[in-house]
């Protein structure tokens, strides 16, 4: 089988992030009347700071599947992905899309912070950072399933890694496969990258539209 979708890189516009501000609040379990009236100056100050700093990337690259044994599937140009769960979660899937995206800045203006004791600041920015790299994930997601469509194919949802009974080490063999230096990302452990507001994923890409709801019902998913 031949690949569908080329390697793809981006600088993601902040313009079209959607939602950030929603996501941000989310993680601080809080409404924007609320944050706004308890911390006017924190909310506006670091937002403004966010707007300025932050820098979202992002890529992907896809493999056909040559086979599959069991919980493993085998793809073009020898890796092997071995998990029950990805294996029933892509069963329509003849091809695998792996992504990265990284939101850029958050380490500086999170360590200017702390060199400042400034404890809300602090607490701000890094609800900030996750509001971005969320955004950016569902951009990069929604990049993939554009592009499979004008190829007239469909993409299902993302899976991440250590999250939804996915194995961890399915991140590493995805690292290995994408040259992530192109978006500024490094790896510095087996399992942690830089930046730290950085999202990995895996997709699968099929012939058949139903692909678009395996998974969805399963109590957590992306």
Known sequence: MTRTLSPCVYTIPNGQLNDVEELALATLHMSKDDATERFPEDYEDTYAKCLETFECKGMYA??????????????????????????????????VVFYAVCAHGYEEVSAAAADEDDLIGGMFYNAWGGGYAIAAHRWIKCAIADAAHDNGRFAGRGWIPGEEGLEMQLQKTLLERLDVSQIGMSITGEYTVRPVMSICGIMGISDDEAIVHDGADRTEYH
């Open 62 to 95: 896809s493999f056909p599947i040559e086979s599959r044994s069991g919980d493993e599937i085998h793809l073009e140009g020898g890796a092997v992905l071995k998990s029950q769960v990805l294996a029933d979660l892509l069963h329509r899937a003849d091809e």
